[in-house]
């Protein structure tokens, strides 16, 4: 009699019920759908059985803290990205700091969400270990509610509505970072990234003094200047601007290969040049061109006479010097500059201008 007793009971607690009772909390309804779906909750621990404890408190606290951390280093790094000087000087100028700025308050911003979503997931969040079988077939009507009733309640479990402290923190330290990731992309609306950018003016710039323009001269390492006779037929050096610090690191995207061609190549360069409406850039049997290369920034200086062509050794692109140096082999995907020339009244070469294409890789290499 016991026994039977004891099964119509545990008939009636198998007994469906209506999911779609308003009398119904989230839980009750999480809890007929995890019988339904045959889950076993084999540990459920709430951290803080009796809410609004000093521990709870103090750990709710904390949370918020690392959310503000994180809002002040976004903020921080949008002030930086947007205000603090960028472009780069000689010496030891607040630029220097730039890109370390940017990565350290980055780096505070993504350490301070990591951290506070850490804690609140394991000091603030119930603790459930469940066991589910894999069951076949679509769902119906009741499992779609009982699903949307198990994430609401997941939503409620998080303690947001009863600690208010908790959203407002993780709000002010998320906006700043979603504005982080759209600053690269609205920046150049902030400010023309290409104004007077130095990325665009080498050491081979004409220089205007009292109303006169002077040009630079192309010179050896040690600062004398190259007259024609002194680069023999199918040879090529090495030549930087005639200008202060022209041969160091604060010119270092200057340094330029002159090359004395052979007449029935210079002529077909020269042909190859006025295609490209650079009629006036070769002087008689020379040309120059940048000596960094557009992959990586390694020096393409390897001549190859015989074929003209140009080898960077660090990843073998290479470039053909009699078709304005376009790329013909590896991966670079840019030819290289061509520098203007001349001869100036003391048969000394000149540079007409400063470079009319970017020098080297960056943002403008793509494929």
């Known amino acids: 009699m016991s026994t039977h007793t004891e099964t119509k009971a545990h008939s009636a607690e198998q007994e469906p019920i209506d999911v779609h009772d308003p009398r119904l909390t989230n839980w009750d309804v999480l809890r007929e759908g995890a019988r339904r779906d045959d889950i076993e909750i084999v540990h459920y621990e709430p951290p803080f059985p009796v809410p609004g404890t000093k521990a709870e408190r103090r750990l709710v606290r904390v949370v918020a803290g690392f959310f503000l951390i994180t809002g002040l280093a976004a903020t921080a790094f949008l002030a930086v990205y947007i205000w603090w000087p960028w472009e780069h000087e000689a010496g030891n100028g607040a630029d220097k700091f730039y890109t370390p700025l940017l990565g350290l308050t980055l780096g505070i911003a993504l350490l301070g969400i990591g951290f506070g979503i850490l804690t609140w997931g394991k000091k603030l969040i119930p603790h459930e270990v469940a066991i589910q079988g894999r069951h076949d077939g679509g769902s119906p009507a009741d499992d779609r509610k009982i699903t949307g009733s198990t994430l609401t309640y997941m939503v409620d479990e998080l303690g947001v509505k009863r600690r208010p402290l908790l959203g407002i923190s993780l709000l002010a330290g998320l906006a700043p970072v979603a504005a982080v990731a759209a600053a690269p992309l609205v920046g150049g609306l902030i400010k023309n990234p290409h104004t007077n950018n130095q990325m665009f003016t080498t050491g081979w710039a004409p220089v205007e003094e009292g109303g006169t323009t002077h ?80 992959h990586a920034g390694c020096p393409a200086s390897l001549y190859e006479q015989q074929t003209n062509r140009l080898l960077c050794p660090c990843h073998q692109s290479q470039f053909l010097i009699t078709d304005n140096a376009q790329p013909i082999f590896g991966p670079a995907s840019r030819r290289l500059p061509q520098l203007p020339i ?9 540079a007409t201008s400063d470079f009319k294409e970017t020098v080297g890789p960056d943002f403008w290499e793509r494929p």
């Not at 022209?246 to 190549?265: C, Q, V």
């Not at 001349?342 to 000149?350: A, T």
Request: net charge negative; with cysteine.
């Open 215 to 294: 040009l630079i001269r192309l010179t050896h390492s040690d600062g004398t200047p190259i007259r024609p006779e002194d680069v023999s037929v199918g040879g090529q050096i090495t030549v930087f601007p005639g200008i202060p610090g022209g041969a160091t690191n604060k010119h270092a995207d200057s340094p330029t290969l002159l090359i004395h061609l052979r007449a029935d190549d210079a002529q077909l360069a020269a042909e190859n040049n006025a295609r490209e409406d650079k009629a006036d850039y070769m002087w008689g049997n020379y040309i120059a061109y940048s000596k960094i290369c557009t």
């Open 342 to 350: 001349s001869v100036d009244e003391e048969g000394f070469f000149v």
